[in-house]
């Protein structure tokens, strides 16, 4: 990878049994962490940082922005830790892990920010506790590792491994709002639920403004990763020298085309990348950012990095789960006999059937993978198990059941490695995670983070942003646009509204990747291509692990053939 931080809770001869100094830009050791980093563009201003004091050192790997007009984000946090201990984190601002071994407060930590957009894994097994950003790097040194039945069965159902587990049992990963120390992870406080009454939508409108104004001073030739939905439009039309805008999909399909319509709007240009192999193809170039726990699908845009001729990369992700209510339960009404979700919260959710629904399970394709695998478990009743106890875990930062779905949600986010392929490739905007709006989510009620306030806020800002309407939202009402889709896909003569991402099982099959990737596992060809690419994944990334191919994971032979 080209980004990393590496560490190790012992010295810097400790350091260097795991890992050699020559792989780091710097390596910086204290009287209890030592760590390295390797970023070509640490020091860059709202990018990774690093510090060095008299009494210790801090070290910030990611985007990080913080209060007032300090030029260094490390030296910032190192005064302010030692003069106000952990409470200095809250005002930590960004998508990051932070690093701080400070003599005069008497500890060390590592921190992530406080949605856990930034994954940090970290492992006992050799003796000493070691963390860092590339699991495959973290989970190295263990000397038997043992493969997790659970999250491996949570990410073959779900997409998704839940929690802090991983598909490796002796690692571990920071809880969301965490820290962890030399012999424990300690629960912040940073991410609790208090809906309070205030102007939701100009609030949000102040707060985008100021986010964005801080994300505009990320440096070089900038774009975007555009769709012609809500969530990126809003960088187009505040960050005013975006210059470059892509998106993955046919030159005449619907997305691309208002995509299109958007760049053209805010004078930026725009590149359609077509849907050849490389759009699903899953190599160690996706695999590696999945980090074994989310699917390597949500990468849209890794086999057209290397056209992508930007330094900076905006992108919208995650809005609607932060601004949106991606994750609240919607009411729904009975039209033409189809439950159509309506702009109402459900009064009464199921959280698990939520949650399920949410994380896009399908009973019928986890019983056809059961069917032809060695698992020997119910996945009905598995995953079931799995979201309850979830849901149970993410109790204490939320009051309602609603929040605590969105809690959930935030906590197990499928997609983020979209985000770390990008961050990895690019200086890179995370909008989303701005610790203003982050807060402005917890303080406002569920019932108020909707697409209409969201759209209000946007208006605020520029009166013209819905010029051109996202093509299968024609209306501001989301029963209207549920009612329109309805009758598109039961109306011969009309044309359905087409999904925003290309057909996978149509990739899939053209470009024979049965063939290509499943050769040696035939039992599993009729599975949905969704689930294959989940298997792939899996094999893929334990490749990237073990640096070594043909390790093969028991469970995914023909039930005939079962291992232990």
């Known amino acids: 990878m080209n980004r990393e931080l590496f560490g190790v809770f ?195 409108a102040e707060r985008l403004e100021r986010a964005l104004r801080r994300r505009s001073s990320l440096p070089g030739t900038k774009g975007v990763l555009l769709s012609a939905g809500y969530d990126s439009r809003i960088i187009l039309s505040q960050v005013s020298d975006v210059d470059h805008s892509y998106t993955v999909g046919s030159p005449d399909a619907q997305e691309v085309q208002g995509a299109k319509r958007l760049a053209d709007q805010y004078d930026a240009s725009h590149t359609a990348f077509p849907p050849d192999e490389r759009y699903l193809r899953a190599d160690e170039s996706k695999i590696r950012y999945s980090q074994g726990i989310k699917e390597s699908l949500h990468i849209h845009h890794a086999g057209y990095t290397d056209e992508m001729e930007v330094d900076t990369m905006y992108h919208g992700l995650l809005c609607d789960t932060f601004f949106r209510g991606h994750f609240t339960a919607q009411d729904s009404v009975d039209v033409f006999g189809k439950r159509v979700p309506i702009s109402r919260l459900d009064p009464d959710p199921d959280p698990i059937e939520s949650l399920l629904e949410k994380f896009g399970y399908s009973r019928g394709a986890s019983l056809e993978l059961a069917e032809r695998t060695s698992f ?61 709006l982050v807060d402005w989510h917890l303080r406002t009620p569920p019932e108020h983070r909707t697409t209409e306030t969201f759209l209000q806020a946007c208006k605020q800002l520029d009166g013209d942003i819905l010029r051109h309407r996202p093509p299968d939202r024609p209306y501001d009402t989301m ?69 070594s191919r043909g390790r093969s994971i028991p469970w995914l032979s023909p039930p005939q053939s079962t291992i232990g």
């Open 10 to 204: 012992g010295s810097i001869e400790t350091f260097d049994r795991f890992r050699s100094s020559d792989e780091f830009d710097e390596v910086l050791a204290g009287s209890t962490i030592t760590v390295g980093i390797r970023d070509s563009d640490l020091g860059t201003h709202g990018w990774s940082a690093r510090y060095a004091g008299d009494d210790g050192y801090c070290v910030i790997w990611g985007e990080v922005y913080v209060p007032g007009d300090a030029s260094n984000a490390a030296q910032w946090l190192l005064e302010r830790y030692e003069a106000d201990g952990r409470e200095a984190l809250s005002e930590l601002n960004g998508s990051y892990v932070a690093v701080l071994d400070s003599a005069a407060a008497d500890e060390a930590i590592v921190a992530t920010d406080v949605v856990r957009s930034r994954e940090c894994f970290y492992t006992d097994d050799p003796g000493v506790r070691l963390f860092g950003t590339d699991p495959a790097e973290v989970s190295r040194p263990i000397t038997d590792p043992r493969l997790d039945r659970n999250g491996i069965l949570e990410f073959l159902h779900l997409g998704v491994t839940l929690g802090e587990k991983t598909g490796v049992g002796e690692l571990s990963r920071l809880p969301i709002d965490s820290a962890l120390t030399v012999d424990s992870v300690d629960s912040l406080e940073r991410f609790v639920y208090q809906p309070q009454e205030f102007d939701y939508a100009t609030e949000l």
């Open 376 to 436: 020997d478990v119910d996945p009905e009743s598995f995953v079931r198990e799995a979201i309850d106890a979830e849901f149970d875990a993410r109790g204490d930062r939320a009051r309602t059941v609603q929040n605590t779905l969105t809690c959930v949600g935030i906590a197990n986010q499928p997609s983020i490695p979209f985000h770390n392929h990008l961050s990895d490739q690019f200086v890179t905007s995370f909008l989303a995670t701005d610790r203003e």
């Open 479 to 547: 029963l209207f646009n549920e009612i329109e889709r309805f009758v598109r896909r039961k109306t011969p003569l009309l044309s359905s509204f087409q999904p925003p991402w290309p057909d996978r099982r149509t990739l899939f099959e053209r470009h024979d990747f049965d063939r290509q990737l499943l050769a040696d596992a035939e039992h599993v060809h009729d599975l949905p291509a969704r689930h294959k690419l989940r298997l792939i994944d899996l094999r893929g990334w334990l490749e990237c692990w073990t640096g």
